[in-house]
């Protein structure tokens, strides 16, 4: 909370407000209705997928309203004289390109650490502060190279940094999904580390993409977008990631490869 009152006041104090003087200052309802119904039906299947099951007709048909939703927005703000979002924002390769990449780059931010938080404590017995030191290596190597990469994209642009990271991360799943029943914190270091690095090196030119790519007047909008994007990339992530081996028996983690001797 400290550092998010502090985050308010810098924003209050310095940073300029950006408005679309073009526009009437009225709201889109529809568009507002559409896209949150599009979003809460989506977030809603992906947390309660597992309780009442992938194929269950609950989360089906809140999929299929999550489809209905997004279809319905997309034609209201192609219809819509002044709409929430423009769409024409996206025939721009760097937008759509650099939201991509903040959706994917979430994806894996979230699932990893799920994934390994339950993997910690479940499986190799960490209390819960243990487990938050050991993703330490993770977040730390994020916040040094998230200042890192802003730099660099000042100078080279966002594309660069973007596939570089994107390919970092990947490499981090890779490492990651090697992880055994019996592992140590040698085997976690170096993919954390990696994906500690290939998430910063995302972040800061994904925004900077989206947000240079768009008039001055859109820069609200565009990062409304990109956030938006990112949150749904997360709340996938850490759904689809979601290991079912936390809730096997004993006995059937003791027959999986590489299990531990029961204690």
Known sequence: M?????????????VPESR???????LDLLGLATSAT??????????EANRYGWSSTPILACFAAAAAGLAGFVIVELRSRRPMLD???????????????SL???????????FISIYL?????????RAGATL?????????????????TDRIGARWPMAAGMALLGLSLLLLSRLRLDSTLSDLVPGLVVGGLGVGMTLAPASSAVL???????????SGVVTTFRQTGGCSGWRSWAPSWPHMSPASRRAMPGSLPPS
């Open 20 to 26: 679309d003087a073009s526009a009437d200052r009225s």
């Open 104 to 114: 994917l780059s979430f994806f894996a931010l979230f699932g990893v650490f799920f």
């Open 136 to 152: 330490l290596p993770f977040t730390v190597v994020m916040t040094f190279s998230v200042a890192a990469a802003g730099r660099l």
């Open 121 to 129: 404590q479940t499986i190799l017995g960490y209390s819960a502060v």
């Open 2 to 14: 400290p550092i998010g009152i502090v985050g308010l006041v810098a924003a209050r104090v310095l």
């Open 38 to 47: 599009a979003l809460f039906a989506l977030t809603f299947a992906l947390v």
């Open 212 to 222: 240079a790519s768009v008039p001055d007047d859109k820069a609200g909008v565009a």
């Open 87 to 101: 769409l024409s924002l996206f025939r721009n390769g760097t937008f759509s390109g650099a939201n991509t990449v």
